[in-house]
């Protein structure tokens, strides 16, 4: 069957740290994968899509990463910040999302 | 001006009612999508409209029932609720259907069932 997992349910970090989320599939062979991040008690809000021939994608302090052989996708924020706590979510093929990974960034 | 805006924010019933949804999108978009998010917070598709036709529709209990009257509004009713349909509920719009279009997602309806 298919599935979708982010590496953990939440991840705290110190303030002006990496952050590095992972979401692997199995069963699937999405031509695009996107994230999503998504504060308490509000909708998922886009941040980045990246195609299965880009190996790397970058906007601001983000960066996406693709692996379409160890199908894994792997999500970083640079210099985070607190205002980065947020619950952050994969979706391959439009549609299907992780379960999300709740970021804490401790200043 | 809010993007894709639903109504009611909270709803709270009793099990057996039905009852609806509204989502308004003034994106000009084609595509409108139904999600539920449940307790664990994991997001499912329930059903997709493309220039108002039904164009996915998951495993979803046939009490359930999407209506698109028009491209910028898609609706959702339920029938006979029960204690399970207790969940977020996101009405998302995109430019058009498949993984290539970013979603914008509503605030979210929070049903309540009891």
């Known amino acids: 069957s298919q599935k979708i997992e982010q590496n953990s349910e939440a991840l705290n970090i110190q303030e002006g740290k990496t952050a590095t989320l992972t979401c692997n599939y199995t069963?699937?062979?999405?031509?695009?994968l996107q994230w999503y991040r998504q504060d308490p008690g509000r909708g998922p809000v886009f941040l980045l899509l990246i195609r299965e021939n880009e190996k790397e994608k970058r906007k601001e302090r983000l960066k996406v990463t693709f692996d379409t052989t160890l199908k894994q996708s792997l999500f970083h924020i640079t210099a985070s910040q607190p205002a980065d706590s947020a619950t952050y979510l994969c979706?391959?093929?439009?549609?299907?999302f992780g379960a999300g990974t709740r970021l804490t960034v401790k200043p | 001006d809010t993007a894709v805006s639903q109504t009611p924010k909270y709803l709270v019933t009793q099990m057996g009612n039905d009852k609806s949804i509204k989502c308004e999108q003034n994106?000009?978009?084609?595509?409108m999508y139904w999600y539920k998010q449940d307790s664990k917070k994991f997001l499912k598709i329930m059903f997709s409209y493309n220039n108002k036709e039904l164009i996915i529709n998951e495993t979803v209990p046939n009490r359930f029932s999407p209506k698109s009257p028009d491209k910028a509004h898609l609706n959702l009713h339920i029938n006979s609720l029960e204690l399970g349909d207790s969940a977020v509920y996101f009405c998302?719009?995109?430019?058009?259907?498949?993984?290539?279009?970013?979603?914008?997602f509503g605030p979210g309806t929070r049903l309540t069932v009891t």
């Open positions: 069963n699937y062979s999405p031509a695009y």
């Open positions: 994106l000009g978009h084609d595509t």
């Open positions: 998302a719009s995109s430019q058009e259907p498949g993984s290539l279009s970013e979603q914008y």
């Open positions: 979706a391959l093929a439009g549609m299907r």
